[in-house]
Structure formats: structure tokens, C-alpha cells
């Protein structure tokens, strides 16, 4: 049984910084495509930043800069690192996996999301 569980998420001041971490469970971490997701209140999801099952690494553009992705497959966590927040940050994140899809913010399986607020 495949489970993503995220932490990390927390209210900070603009120009602060967070650390979200998403734990994987029941598939191969090493292999599977996995990135972080947000979606903000009345608006759709988006995806922020993905690994794929190649390594290949991509960002959204608001993000580009500003928010860094990296894996670790020994603790089968994949991390977000948060810098220079922005109030328009603000949103509950998610973590998906398998069949990463940036473009059009999707994945097989996803985490329950952990908030991010940015005053």
C-alpha cells in the first residue's frame, strides 16, 4: 500500500524559509518520479517542483530560484527546501508520486497535503 506523508508545512513572515519533507511508503522510492504540488484557495493545483524516475529535476517558474527539490532514497524522502516566501506561496502542498506531471499537476498517488502560510 503506497502512503505519502508530508511535514514541515507552518505560517512564516515574506522572505522566510521552510523545509517540507514527504516520506514514501510501499513502492520504490529510487525509482518512482515524485514532486510537490500546491494548491491555494479557490484556485486549481499547480506543480512546484518534481524529480523524475531519471533524476531529471524541474521547477515551476514562480519557484525557479527559490525553492530547491532533492531526494533521498535511503531515507525515502524527498524534500523541499522553501526560501524567499512570498505571501502568493501560500497554499496547501502536496506530495504525489508516480507519473509525475508538472505541467498538468498530476501524479498516481498523493500525500494529504500540509499548509504553508505566508504573511
Known amino acids: 500500500q503506497v502512503q505519502l506523508v508530508e511535514s514541515g508545512g507552518g505560517s512564516v513572515k515574506a522572505g522566510g524559509s521552510l523545509r517540507l519533507s514527504c516520506v514514501g511508503t510501499g513502492f520504490d522510492v529510487r525509482t518512482s518520479s515524485m514532486g510537490w504540488f500546491r494548491q491555494a484557495p479557490g484556485k486549481g493545483r499547480e506543480g512546484v517542483a518534481a524529480?523524475?524516475?531519471?533524476?531529471?529535476?524541474s521547477y515551476a517558474e514562480s519557484v525557479k530560484v527559490r525553492f530547491t527539490i532533492w531526494k533521498d532514497n535511503g531515507q525515502s524522502t524527498v524534500y523541499l527546501q522553501m526560501d524567499s516566501l512570498k505571501p502568493e506561496d501560500t497554499a496547501m502542498y502536496y506530495c504525489?508520486?508516480?507519473?509525475?506531471?508538472?505541467?498538468?499537476?498530476?501524479?498516481?498517488?498523493w500525500g494529504q497535503g500540509t499548509q504553508v502560510t505566508v504573511s
Open positions: 524529480i523524475a524516475s531519471d533524476g531529471t529535476i
Open positions: 504525489g508520486a508516480g507519473n509525475v506531471r508538472l505541467s498538468s499537476g498530476s501524479a498516481r498517488f
